[in-house]
Structures are given as structure tokens and as C-alpha cells.
């Protein structure tokens, strides 16, 4: 998105990010330290990650054509966690198992 900054560790793929796709993009080197000076960090990322990957390594993987669809689906988990609507889902699947 226009505007955005990214903050990453200094991987050399990411070299052109802030000039191939016109993102402000901010680094750490993890090899000096974990946050850098600036305060970029890319704890909160790694640990949504790792959030992220934990059911995939539990069932013994993942087809990569269904990827997309567990990362949307654990996206829209995480944004809605803590509301009533997940619940709701599940009352609805659990009385109307087909839907």
C-alpha cells in the first residue's frame, strides 16, 4: 500500500524493495543486535509466523495450491479472535453441518 514502510532483516532479496516497489523500507541486522537503533524490529512479524506455521507442521504439512486459502482463512481467524462472530460461525456449522 502507498505509504507503507517496511521493516525487514537484511535478507538480500529485500535490496530493492524500497527501490522496485516504492515502500519506505527500514532494516535490522540480526547478526548486531535484534532491534535496531531506530526501533525497527522484525519481532512481530516472526512470531505471527511462527503462529502461522504451527498447524501446518502439526498436520504433516500443507499442498502449496492450498496455501493461500490457510493463510487468508488464519488471517481473518486472527483479525476476529475476539469477537463474537467466529462463535457464531461455528454454532451455525454445528447446527447446519452442509453450510
Known sequence: M???TIHSDQWAAYRKIQQDL???H???NHKKCFV???GTHTQNIESLW???KK???EMGGLRRDLLPDYLSEFMWRETFKNSEFPELLNLIHVEYPLI
Do not use: N, Q
Request: charged share 30%; proline share 11%; aromatic share 6%.
Open 55 to 57: 498447524p501446518i507442521m
Open 2 to 4: 502507498s505509504g507503507s
Open 50 to 52: 511462527r503462529k502461522a
Open 26 to 28: 527500514k532494516t535490522v
Open 22 to 24: 516504492g515502500f519506505e
Open 36 to 38: 535496531a537503533p531506530d
